[in-house]
């Protein structure tokens, strides 16, 4: 089966990355302790079975007794517990300022090994959410840590045979125990940046599965076409520390200023899904009651006259990446004339260096407001390193609120999860109402599937899956 994505970016694999193109490959070859199935539940994969102590700090798994790493291997707790502590060593890096990531929340953690098949994990603080990072840290056999980042060997249902700049080749792994793939044939990834060649491509048979598509270029694939609603959030993080970001009329005025809808369908071609918070309805504990900030101009501009009369000056300078998300030159556009409708002078500033940038907004030197996207498929992620402000971490911009910081903390203490999600959603309307962001929207994702290619997958996080049904 050939598949046709921009990049074939292989890295090592502990690094904190959503890179989609790399993860469709990672996906395939490596298992992780834990996974979401398809409706977005946590399942078995390594870990066969868990419990968490009553104060959310201490987790112990039991483990399949019959998982084989591609060189031959059996896994086992030693395996597990040397690749939670290598993805915390600060020499695996990061990219886009995620470095570091791993180790703020489980750097701290002590294992106790429990022969070979359990152990436990003692955490320093409440983590009733850890399986939202457990199910993204591959697991590798222990003898080949100090191999990376040169080698790709995993116990998922593909195992690596061979790879380029451009090019990655996977061949069924028999020996997998937790996952059967999709398909006796091979997988073979292949680099092909311009959207046109990915398409022709497709249609004329040279490849069954095409990824990354612009809603406008998969408007002609008819039963070829899969789509997937993002849980990406596209969005103006707003400097809540500094400046006119510290009102909060102005920051709801910005909220009612903006037309999302316009911006769907300018810069999307209508493939969005307006945002009413910082989450969207695949984070658990987004409250689906919540209603987006409507297009309120009238509206907008008393919020702006409140908020000059608290020192407001009626301008903002809003920072701009030309890339991730792609379309931030014309959001920046669009913002800038929505905002003049409302008496707000906007002041643009381009960035071209987009791993500059983002370190730019982790050092919190951002100007009055910033486009930015907040990816991971992770409640306890977003608001931890972007809301929290007794954390203040990586992506948080300022914003403070004692209550919601104190809901933040309860949640992560909560073990039951219907009691931890109706937590998330108390703090969730705080968190609408003092619209720390500009909340625009989630963009839909689309692939291209030929009708012969073997069942191919879309998971929740819209990462390929090339395996059978859950």
């Keep these: 089966m050939i598949i046709l994505q921009p990049t074939i970016p292989l890295a090592d694999p502990h690094i904190c990355s959503d890179f989609k193109d790399r993860l469709n490959i990672f996906t395939a070859i490596f298992d992780t302790l834990v996974r979401r199935d398809l409706q977005g539940h946590f399942v078995p994969q390594i870990a066969k079975s868990w419990h968490l102590s009553a104060d959310a700090r201490r987790w112990s798994f039991t483990l399949r007794d019959d998982v084989v790493f591609h060189n031959g291997e059996r896994l086992t707790a030693a395996d597990v517990v040397a690749n939670l502590q290598r993805a915390c060593d600060p020499a695996v890096g990061g990219e886009l300022g995620t470095e570091g990531v791993w180790a703020s929340y489980i750097g701290d953690a002590t294992y106790e090994i429990k022969g070979d098949d359990a152990f436990e994990m003692q955490l320093a603080r ?10 993204a840290i591959p697991i590798l056999p222990k003898s080949v840590l100090g191999q990376l980042p040169n080698t790709f060997i995993g116990s998922g249902p593909y195992e690596l045979v061979r790879h380029s700049a451009d090019e990655v ?114 984070h658990f504990g987004c409250d689906p009651r919540v209603r987006p900030y409507p297009y309120d101009p009238e509206k907008a501009r008393a919020l702006v006259a409140e908020a000059k009369e608290a020192g407001f000056d009626g301008k903002l300078a809003i920072d701009i990446p030309m890339t991730l998300p792609d379309e931030s030159p014309l959001l920046g556009r669009l913002i800038t004339e929505d905002l003049a409708a409302v008496g707000i002078e906007v002041t643009l500033h381009h960035y071209d260096d987009r791993p500059a940038y983002a370190h730019m907004v982790k050092d919190k030197q951002i100007h009055d407001v910033c486009c930015f996207d907040s990816s991971p498929l992770s409640t306890y992620r977003v608001l931890r390193e972007k809301i929290n402000s007794d954390v203040a971490g990586p992506w948080w911009q300022g914003y403070d609120n004692s209550t919601v910081n104190g809901l933040l903390d309860q949640a992560a203490e909560t073990v039951e999860d219907g009691a931890r999600r109706d937590v998330y959603r108390q703090a969730y309307q705080l968190m609408h109402d003092d619209a720390p962001w500009i909340f625009l929207y989630r963009p839909l994702e689309f692939f291209g599937a030929a009708s012969d290619a073997a069942e191919v997958q879309v998971s929740p996080e819209g990462i390929l899956r090339f395996e059978e049904a859950d």
Excluded: W
């Design 126 to 135: 409440p983590m009733a959410d850890l399986f939202e990072l457990l199910m």
């Design 169 to 282: 080749e996977l061949a069924p792994f028999a020996g997998c125990v937790t996952r059967q793939p999709s398909a006796s044939e091979p997988l073979v990834f292949r680099a092909e940046p311009d959207e046109q060649a990915r398409l022709a491509a497709l249609a004329q048979g040279d490849a069954q599965i095409i990824t990354k598509l612009s809603p406008e270029g998969s408007t002609d694939l008819g039963d070829m076409e899969l789509s997937h609603e993002s849980n990406l959030c596209v969005a103006f993080l707003i400097n809540c520390s500094a400046g006119a970001g510290q009102i909060k009329p102005l920051r709801q005025a910005l909220n009612y200023a903006v037309d999302v809808n316009r911006m769907i369908q300018q810069a999307r071609n209508g493939a969005a899904l307006p945002l009413n918070g910082p989450l969207t309805p695949l």
